[in-house]
């Protein structure tokens, strides 16, 4: 190897860590902005004419109420429900967190001529483990969501005996998420089965 490839390696891998770095920061940085407007109902410049609506949840498509039809602010519903369905956007950057996260490890150990190393293959595999585990979660929380929002309207609708719409989006599946969790276990057992063969090799030799 020469001099060149060995001081291009640390450089790429530098270059690529600050990559995703950056990219978790923002993505953490954005959820958290998020859950703030949601529980707060404090838009980002506050004025008369700023307001969170109900849609900055990600389950809501559509919340009218007929005292400020134009108006609707995201704090006309428990925050026990906010709260709830807000955790749907921290599931998912948690996800996303994981993942990016994996994939800088393999890329350093890669690059330090480790790639079938034995904490890679068990990253992956907890990796693989851990985001059908979250894939469900957020599935099972956008279920709720859904349910409770229409309780929560049925019961302001017969207490204010007034109309108004409520719309709820499907729940998500985050099927991105289900295929990274199969490309990582397809990954830990393609490299589970490197290491077995490398260590055959040394044993050989």
């Keep these: 190897m020469t001099r060149a490839e060995t001081t291009d390696r640390p450089r790429g891998l530098r270059v690529a860590s600050v990559a995703v770095n950056l990219v978790v920061g923002a993505a953490v940085a954005v959820c958290a902005l998020q859950v703030f407007l949601v529980v707060s109902g404090i838009p980002v410049i506050p004025s008369d004419d700023a307001w969170v609506p109900p849609t900055a949840l990600p389950q809501v498509l559509q919340l009218d109420i007929p005292i400020d039809a134009m108006r609707t602010e995201i704090t006309v519903l428990p925050l026990w429900i906010r709260l709830l369905g807000i955790s749907s956007s921290v599931i998912m950057t948690a996800m996303l967190v994981i993942a990016l996260r994996t994939v800088h490890h393999v890329a350093r ?56 719409g409520l719309g709820i989006d499907l729940p998500s599946l985050s099927v991105p998420m289900v295929v990274a969790a199969a490309v990582a276990a397809i990954l830990a057992h393609a490299f589970a089965t490197g290491r077995d063969l490398v260590d055959a090799t040394d044993g050989l030799v």
Aim: net charge positive; hydrophobic share 55%.
């Design 109 to 164: 150990r890669s690059a330090q001529g480790r790639p079938f190393a034995d904490d890679v293959v068990r990253r992956l595999r907890r990796v693989a483990v851990w985001l059908l585990v979250l894939v469900g979660l957020r599935l099972l929380v956008d279920v709720a969501t859904g349910a409770a929002l229409e309780r929560w309207f049925a019961d302001h609708l017969d207490a204010t005996r007034a109309g108004g």
